[in-house]
């Protein structure tokens, strides 16, 4: 490889004299100007790096350079290099010097060379090599990792050889835009795919990723890994074979080997036999590739048809997950729990969360904002705008509440005055000043474990009594509730989400069916009282009370939110007209004793609110001598006493539900500085 182009030892003896702390064979931490930003003074015995001993300027700068520009860039703290690296260098040094003593640049070995010989050296020296993680996985350790990520930062800004000719793809160094919320690594390896046919499937990528951008880098993994597993089978099991000579007999093949492929199972991490999902994504991954490069035409697609090798009932029937028909979503009472604690939430993921639950944005994108995401129409209301990666929507608009444009507000201050172009140069709204995520937005898995940590600490419990376990995409599923609950027309329900298909939007009409059931079957078990003729509460129940009015049972589930009002509910069809709906005194249905009034014990806690409100009035009333005030609200306080002493507190729930707005102002504005 030529390294020579971009005048690599130019560049680091050019940054050296530039930085005279980095160019010293002694550096004190305390002293560099970088320091000033760090949390805290480095302790006495760490405070110094001694380069002097190494003999070979060559690596000593290398390695110089590699220090200094991470630290610059605030890639590591002052803390992370002389307290965490500084006995891992050392000894890295004298390993260098001993082994390769008149190399000009580290990258004139081969890395899997110099990684084995350097693994081995340690092992020498007693150091230990390899780490076992809670999953049994193994790990290499910090003295093994920091030879490694050394060799591949210098690798990475030196190299000149165009990405897509390389074994690993750089997803930085690729023209593409890149989701930088997500975790997965930014790595394409094709170290796992077989040299027959490793170029056909970079070219394959290439084509889709970068030329045609029909999918996305993080897809990419998932074909890459897909398509190894059917061109490595095909390579150890036909060695001659090449893909334009693929007959039906070595896809029948393969399908015996893919379906008793044994897998891991995530949440067991037992090894298990292939589901039908597994091996349904697998065909399904392998049959668009060789699609592709046949209406592609490149000379390495099959001879054969398509259909003349995948049969229909090839691919395994994939039952529909049960989370696409009941999607997860935040129900009110977790949602009111959150607001009660918000406050034990890390400051900067408040507005996150503010945001995901009022917009109905997914975690990703709402992590993806741009500082400039807030618009203003000109009626004075505010709109959120931004992009929709999963569906490919640019500038995607909902329209938001006053409060939560003033949490986001809020947010644009803090971040307008951090930002600068180094460390945000994308403009994001949530971003990371520093460290490895430097200029990119925080993560959705980061999002994730804080609103777990959040609900242990919290001790956020479902209906079960179990600790809660928040997913991001609740909050979406949540707004989509909420908004279906509240009356909106599912086509603009789906409009509003940007759902691709209407079939997610209806998943939300299902849920909001189920509620209703729900609620109405425990409005039939509590029972409940109504007014007889006489005007005497006596004891009924729901279905009951519907017969009575000549009202069918199952109009009455179905329209059990229409029927429900704050202080009982109406068993009245709404064809038929109040004779009360115009009494001014309140509320008409208890002082006119309506016979199509019925109550339970989920008002208990309506009737106790009022009846406490009243009393603080009768208060008042009495010292400031309104007479008919005082009177009203005696009879009012009455009858609101009848009907509590008639009704029971069995099963109780409450009877107003919280708006999923009321958490607004001061207490907001609080969680956010």
Known sequence: MNFESVNKEDTIIDFLNQYPCYKSDIWYGNEMEISKESSRPLSRSRNKIDFSFCKNCYTKNEIKYYFGKNLNDSLYSVITVFEGKAHHLRRMLKFLDKNYPNIKTILEIPKEELMLKYTNYLVECGIKVKSVNKYSRTAVTPAVSLMSTFYNYIYDVFDQIPEWEKDIWDGNKLPIELNYTNTSTKKLKFTKVNQRYRRLVKKYLYTRVVELKNLTFSIGFRYLHELSIFLNFLNNNYPGLSIKDIERRHIVAYLAFIKNKMILDKKTRQKIKATNVYVSSNLTIVRKFLTDIKILDWEEASAQHIEALFLPNDNPHRTKSQSFDNPKYIPD???????????????????????????????????????????????????????????????????????????????????????????????????????PRKGKPQTTATLSKVLNDFAKKANIRDVNGEIYRFKNHGFRHRYGVTLINNGMNIVHVQRLMAHASPEMTLAYAKIHDQTLKEAYFKAKS??????????????????????????????????????RMDHGMCIKSTKMKCEYAEKVIEPPCIVN???????????????????????????????????????????????????????????????????????????????VQ
Not at 376 to 404: A, C, F, M, T
Not at 531 to 556: P, S
Not at 638 to 667: A, C, F, M, T, W
Request: aromatic share 10%.
């Open 593 to 671: 004793n309506c016979r199509s009034f019925h109550v339970d014990s989920s008002f208990i806690d309506y009737y106790k609110s009022q009846i406490a409100a009243l009393e603080k009035d009768i208060q008042i009333y009495d010292r400031n001598g309104h007479v008919r005030s005082l009177e009203f609200a005696n009879k009012k306080i009455q009858n609101y006493r009848k009907i509590l002493n008639e009704i029971n507190d069995n099963g109780h729930i409450s009877g107003i539900p919280k708006n999923r707005r009321e958490y607004v102002g001061e207490e907001r504005e609080k969680s």
């Open 333 to 435: 009472y977790i949602w009111d729990q959150v607001l009660e604690n918000i406050h034990l939430i890390g400051d900067k993921y408040v507005p996150i969360i503010l945001i995901m639950e009022g917009s109905g944005f997914r975690g990703s994108d709402v992590l993806g904002l741009k500082i400039y995401c807030l618009e203003r129409d000109n009626k004075g209301d505010y709109w959120l705008v931004g992009d929709q990666r999963k569906v490919k929507y640019k500038n995607h608009k909902v329209p938001i509440s006053g409060e939560l444009a003033k949490v986001i507000m809020s947010q644009q201050e803090i971040c307008k005055q951090f930002s600068t172009p180094e460390n945000n140069p994308e403009g994001y709204l949530f971003v990371s000043y520093r460290g």
């Open 526 to 563: 509590k029972g409940g009282v109504k007014f007889d003729m006489e005007g005497a509460l006596v004891k009924t129940n729901i279905d009951e009370q519907a017969i009575e009015n000549d009202l069918e049972l199952e109009w009455i589930r179905h329209n059990y939110d229409s029927i």
